[in-house]
């Protein structure tokens, strides 16, 4: 059972450079949820998806955007990258209903310099 | 908003001491509350939940009992193992936005052998 896949785990940029992060799980869920983890401040959400075709903007979306193009899918996209965006990344998903526990993945450690 | 508060840390203990990690929050209506746990190099994962007044949620030695009175959600256990350190977050789920989890900043637990 894969679970909640991150890939890359690791990445290194240049200020003003771009990349993608990509989620998938193969758990069949219908939401999807992009978080950073910064020492001192927990997990921020920064963009959610309810279900294929669709996304939200979290709690901190500035310079991130993110497409949901299949169901299984959740990419977060950095168009030009800060170093603010400095951080830990994690993916996670729950099915619909209430209650239900969110499975994470390993996350993805992003260094902006 | 809802919002969770949890107790600073880190917390350091020995080997088979008594852990305390206090959380309260402020949630419209009746919210569900978990708490997570974040090991070493890895995603978070659930440790256990609780979705109404007066339910205790247990895993692994740990206990946890959903006070409606007191807004509390303190996370227990009588014996602690090195094993145990980790950081471990409370986090709500309230009806309003039942998609979303709210996240407190985590504890950091060490615990010596």
């Known amino acids: 059972n894969a679970g909640v896949t991150q890939t890359p785990k690791f990445r290194v940029l240049k200020t003003g450079q771009s990349m993608t992060l990509l989620c998938a799980q193969d758990m069949n869920h219908e939401y999807m949820y992009w978080y950073r983890q910064d020492p001192g401040m927990g997990l921020r959400l920064i963009h959610y998806?309810?279900?294929?075709?669709?996304?939200a903007k979290g709690e901190v979306p500035d310079g991130y955007n993110v497409s949901r193009l299949k169901k299984q899918n959740f990419l977060l996209g950095l168009e030009s990258a800060a170093p603010s965006q400095t951080s830990v990344y994690f993916c996670?998903?729950?099915?619909?209903?209430?209650?239900?526990?969110?499975?994470f993945g390993s996350g993805t450690q992003l260094s902006v310099l | 908003g809802d919002s969770v508060t949890q107790m600073e840390g880190p917390v350091t203990l020995s080997e088979e001491a008594f852990l305390t990690i206090n959380c309260t929050y402020t949630?419209?209506?009746?919210?569900?509350l978990f708490w997570y746990v974040q090991y070493p190099g890895e995603g978070l994962q659930l440790l256990l939940k609780a979705t109404k007044a007066d339910d205790k949620g247990s895993n692994k030695g740990f206990e946890a009992t959903y006070r409606k009175e007191t807004t509390s959600f303190h996370l227990e256990k009588g014996s602690v193992q090195v094993s145990d350190s980790a950081v471990y977050f409370c986090a709500l789920n309230s009806g309003g936005s039942n998609y979303k989890l709210t996240f407190g900043k985590g504890t950091l637990l060490t615990v010596n052998p």
């Open positions: 949630a419209t209506g009746y919210p569900s």
């Open positions: 996670a998903s729950r099915k619909q209903a209430t209650n239900e526990k969110l499975f």
């Open positions: 998806s309810v279900g294929e075709g669709t996304t």
